[in-house]
Nanobody, 123 residues
Framework: QVQLVESGGGLVQAGGSLRLSCAASGRTVSNYAMGWFRQAPGKEREFVAT????????VVADSAKGRFTISRDNAKNTVSLQMNSLKPEDTAIYYCAARSGSLAAVVSAFDYWGQGTQVTVSS
Protein backbone atom coordinates (compact mmCIF):
# COMPACT_ATOMS: atom_id res chain seq x y z
CA GLN A 1 0.00 0.00 0.00
CA VAL A 2 0.85 3.67 -0.16
CA GLN A 3 0.60 5.92 2.85
CA LEU A 4 0.15 9.64 2.29
CA VAL A 5 0.55 12.44 4.81
CA GLU A 6 -0.26 16.05 3.96
CA SER A 7 1.24 19.07 5.64
CA GLY A 8 1.52 22.80 5.14
CA GLY A 9 -2.05 23.91 5.65
CA GLY A 10 -2.96 26.88 7.75
CA LEU A 11 -4.71 30.21 7.99
CA VAL A 12 -3.73 32.89 5.50
CA GLN A 13 -5.08 36.20 4.31
CA ALA A 14 -6.62 36.52 0.88
CA GLY A 15 -3.89 37.09 -1.66
CA GLY A 16 -1.38 35.13 0.34
CA SER A 17 0.39 31.89 -0.41
CA LEU A 18 0.75 28.42 1.02
CA ARG A 19 2.73 25.41 -0.05
CA LEU A 20 1.22 22.04 0.70
CA SER A 21 3.35 18.94 0.79
CA CYS A 22 2.47 15.29 0.66
CA ALA A 23 4.90 12.71 1.92
CA ALA A 24 4.43 9.22 0.55
CA SER A 25 5.69 5.93 1.85
CA GLY A 26 5.24 2.31 0.97
CA ARG A 27 5.54 1.31 -2.66
CA THR A 28 7.59 3.17 -5.22
CA VAL A 29 5.81 6.48 -5.60
CA SER A 30 7.18 7.06 -9.09
CA ASN A 31 4.76 4.41 -10.33
CA TYR A 32 1.80 6.48 -9.18
CA ALA A 33 0.14 9.49 -10.63
CA MET A 34 -0.66 11.95 -7.87
CA GLY A 35 -3.45 14.39 -7.26
CA TRP A 36 -4.72 17.08 -4.98
CA PHE A 37 -8.39 17.39 -4.12
CA ARG A 38 -10.26 19.62 -1.74
CA GLN A 39 -13.51 19.49 0.14
CA ALA A 40 -15.36 22.36 1.73
CA PRO A 41 -18.03 21.79 4.39
CA GLY A 42 -21.24 20.48 2.86
CA LYS A 43 -19.72 20.09 -0.57
CA GLU A 44 -18.40 17.25 -2.66
CA ARG A 45 -14.72 16.61 -2.90
CA GLU A 46 -13.41 18.35 -5.99
CA PHE A 47 -10.39 18.11 -8.22
CA VAL A 48 -7.61 20.64 -7.79
CA ALA A 49 -4.56 19.29 -9.61
CA THR A 50 -2.91 16.12 -10.81
CA UNK A 51 0.50 15.18 -12.10
CA UNK A 52 1.85 12.31 -14.15
CA UNK A 53 4.17 9.67 -12.80
CA UNK A 54 7.29 11.33 -14.15
CA UNK A 55 6.15 14.81 -13.25
CA UNK A 56 6.21 15.93 -16.87
CA UNK A 57 2.46 16.49 -17.16
CA UNK A 58 0.88 18.72 -14.54
CA VAL A 59 -2.79 19.57 -14.79
CA VAL A 60 -4.57 22.19 -12.72
CA ALA A 61 -8.29 22.79 -12.37
CA ASP A 62 -9.68 25.87 -14.05
CA SER A 63 -10.54 27.38 -10.69
CA ALA A 64 -6.88 27.31 -9.72
CA LYS A 65 -5.17 27.76 -13.06
CA GLY A 66 -2.57 30.49 -12.98
CA ARG A 67 -2.50 30.44 -9.20
CA PHE A 68 -1.67 26.87 -8.21
CA THR A 69 1.23 24.73 -9.32
CA ILE A 70 1.62 21.02 -8.72
CA SER A 71 5.03 19.38 -8.70
CA ARG A 72 6.67 16.22 -7.49
CA ASP A 73 10.04 14.99 -6.39
CA ASN A 74 10.14 11.26 -6.88
CA ALA A 75 13.56 10.97 -5.26
CA LYS A 76 12.06 12.31 -2.05
CA ASN A 77 8.66 10.66 -2.49
CA THR A 78 6.85 13.95 -2.24
CA VAL A 79 4.30 15.92 -4.18
CA SER A 80 3.63 19.59 -3.57
CA LEU A 81 0.97 22.14 -4.30
CA GLN A 82 2.13 25.73 -4.42
CA MET A 83 -0.87 27.98 -3.91
CA ASN A 84 -0.57 31.66 -4.68
CA SER A 85 -3.11 34.47 -4.78
CA LEU A 86 -5.36 32.56 -2.45
CA LYS A 87 -9.04 33.40 -2.29
CA PRO A 88 -11.62 32.76 0.43
CA GLU A 89 -13.29 30.23 -1.86
CA ASP A 90 -10.10 28.15 -1.70
CA THR A 91 -10.92 27.37 1.92
CA ALA A 92 -11.24 23.61 2.28
CA ILE A 93 -9.58 20.50 3.52
CA TYR A 94 -6.97 19.54 0.96
CA TYR A 95 -6.27 15.89 0.30
CA CYS A 96 -3.35 14.23 -1.39
CA ALA A 97 -4.15 11.16 -3.45
CA ALA A 98 -2.34 8.51 -5.47
CA ARG A 99 -3.28 6.05 -8.17
CA SER A 100 -1.39 3.29 -9.93
CA GLY A 101 -1.52 4.59 -13.44
CA SER A 102 -1.71 7.78 -15.42
CA LEU A 103 -2.93 11.12 -14.16
CA ALA A 104 -6.63 11.61 -13.56
CA ALA A 105 -8.98 14.33 -12.41
CA VAL A 106 -11.77 12.43 -10.68
CA VAL A 107 -12.03 11.20 -7.12
CA SER A 108 -13.02 7.69 -8.11
CA ALA A 109 -9.80 7.15 -10.04
CA PHE A 110 -7.57 7.41 -6.99
CA ASP A 111 -6.84 4.52 -4.68
CA TYR A 112 -4.94 6.05 -1.80
CA TRP A 113 -5.70 9.14 0.23
CA GLY A 114 -4.11 11.17 2.94
CA GLN A 115 -5.94 12.45 5.99
CA GLY A 116 -6.16 15.99 4.69
CA THR A 117 -4.83 19.35 5.78
CA GLN A 118 -6.96 22.40 6.46
CA VAL A 119 -6.51 25.53 4.38
CA THR A 120 -8.40 28.60 5.52
CA VAL A 121 -8.26 31.86 3.59
CA SER A 122 -9.62 34.90 5.36
CA SER A 123 -11.09 37.91 3.60
Amino acid sequence: QVQLVESGGGLVQAGGSLRLSCAASGRTVSNYAMGWFRQAPGKEREFVATISRSGSIPVVADSAKGRFTISRDNAKNTVSLQMNSLKPEDTAIYYCAARSGSLAAVVSAFDYWGQGTQVTVSS
